[in-house]
């Protein structure tokens, strides 16, 4: 008996470290660089061009991408509109939180993002967000490209 639980115990600490490290691997993909940003676009709404800073403390800053120095501006706070800073985590290694919203995540490469969300105005409607990484280079921002290694 003592043997079988010693067994179970040890599957489970084997099934909890996969878990984790690969809930890290993904979380390590939304977390950019210092000089890389993730432009957000949703297709359902058709708005975007926002950028967006995923940080290692779960928080995450707005900002504007400019052809002009500097090419990308913090913009939590705009004169009289102050925002923290939003707040992301990756739960059961497929679901993306950000602020209070929900998204599964249907495409992740290094540098594009592909999430999903049920539509609150239309009942069953499924939208895309797409989240492209961008950085900044002496001579402006330069989007980083799409790759085809995506891990679904």
């Known amino acids: 008996m003592k ?5 179970i115990f040890i599957l489970l600490l084997m099934i909890l470290s996969i878990s984790c490290g690969k809930r890290n691997e993904i979380e390590s993909i939304f977390i950019a660089n210092k000089d890389e940003y993730w432009q957000h676009y949703d297709y359902c709404y058709n708005t975007g ?3 967006f800073k995923f940080k290692k403390d779960d928080t995450c800053d707005l900002y504007l991408m400019f052809n002009d120095k500097p090419f990308f501006r913090l913009f939590n706070s705009d004169g009289d509109v102050v925002n923290d800073p939003g707040t992301w985590s990756i739960k059961n290694d497929s679901t993306f939180i950000w602020d209070k919203e929900v ?3 249907e495409k992740l490469t290094k540098n594009e993002i592909l999430l999903s969300y049920s539509d609150y105005e239309i009942k069953g ?15 402006g921002p330069k989007h980083l490209g799409v790759e085809n290694n995506a891990k679904e």
């Open 3 to 7: 043997k079988s639980m010693n067994k």
């Open 49 to 51: 061009g926002n950028c």
């Open 125 to 139: 409607k499924k939208c895309y967000v797409r989240l492209s990484k961008w950085a900044k280079t002496p001579q």
């Open 103 to 105: 998204f599964k995540i």
